[in-house]
């Protein structure tokens, strides 16, 4: 139903996208709903139109645009995301989220599963964790952002700890490195072993840290078949944001060095663990939101 394909993305690499799906035959039809109750595109949402005359004039747009586009047998919706957190207790899982569906896990500023916030949240309070604050959400499963609209009404970016972060895989892995070291924290605030904080008790921290929104975040490597993609930085939570900097070939090899380097930290390899440790260990935020150290053992942050 959106004026176009990939709309978080900016501008370019919209349209870039776009472009490539009309070089290979893909038709496109937008500001259109996917089906309805006579199985045709609508712009009036799921259920009847307001206007069957409307109806007809979109179903000849989508159906007989070409003599060769046939009349399809099923339409099959592949947008967005939905959670799949059944397994959680439902005092943790929101009532509204991403794409507007619910089920999403709660989370405080150290990413520990929290119960549901109640109305009048602000701000300044931390999310009551769920039973001792035990489990972690990290990545797709969890709300993605905390702010004041939790209670209710349209998100207000100006009034949040923590704004929408992408559901990606850099930032999911980034905030299991987070939960890691918060783990590590709580185990040695309760008197388990000082872990990687044994050989400098000194610096051990005396609390668990807040989690941030990584810079890697706004990087989206879009995958436009074995031979073409494109590559965003800088994006963020406003609609449009960042820069298309890599395409064509060139992206594509370059997603192709990212998958292949990845498979390579997975299987414990020497190559992949050296790239990769450090993409989640940088010394500084090369742009976004975060503190200066994000090593976390650092007691400035």
């Not at 000849?60 to 009349?71: I, L, N, Q, R, V």
């Not at 972690?136 to 207000?156: L, M, R, S």
């Not at 941030?212 to 436009?224: I, K, N």
């Not at 963020?236 to 960042?242: A, I, R, V, Y």
Request: with cysteine; proline share 9%; net charge neutral.
């Amino acid at each position: 139903m959106a004026p176009r394909c990939l709309g978080p993305l900016p501008e370019a690499g919209a349209e870039y996208c776009n472009e490539y799906m009309e070089s290979v035959g893909i038709k496109q039809f937008y500001g259109k709903c996917a089906w309805n109750m006579a199985g045709y595109p609508t712009k009036f949402g799921f259920g009847q139109p307001e206007d069957w005359s409307l109806l007809e004039l979109q179903k000849s747009d989508f159906y007989e645009k070409g003599a060769s586009t046939p009349k399809t047998s099923s339409i099959w919706v592949c947008i967005g995301v939905k959670p799949s957190n059944h397994y959680m207790p439902e005092a943790v899982l929101s009532r509204d989220g991403p794409m507007g569906t619910s089920g999403w896990i709660h989370m405080n500023q150290y990413l520990q599963a929290s119960r549901r916030p109640q109305q009048g949240f602000k701000l300044a309070e931390v999310l009551v964790p769920y039973k001792r604050g035990d489990v972690f959400a990290v990545g797709d499963c969890n709300y993605g952002c905390i702010g004041e609209f939790q209670t209710g009404g349209p998100p207000d970016l100006s009034k949040m700890i923590l704004p929408p972060v992408p559901k990606i895989s850099y930032p999911g892995e980034e905030q299991a490195m987070h939960a890691c070291v918060n783990l590590k924290i709580r185990n040695a605030l309760e008197g388990g072993s000082n872990g990687c904080f044994g050989c400098l008790p000194c610096c051990q921290p005396k609390s668990m840290k807040a989690t941030w929104w990584p810079w890697g975040a706004g990087m989206f490597a879009t995958s436009l078949g074995p031979h073409d993609a494109c590559f965003i930085v800088a994006a963020n939570e406003n609609k449009g944001s960042g820069f298309m900097v890599n395409w064509w070939y060139p992206a594509a090899i370059q997603k192709e060095i990212i998958e292949t380097t990845k498979v390579d930290e997975m299987k414990d390899n020497c190559i992949g663990i050296l790239i990769w440790h450090f993409v989640h260990h940088t010394p500084v935020n090369c742009w976004g939101r975060g503190p200066c150290v994000p090593c976390q053992c650092c007691p400035v942050c």
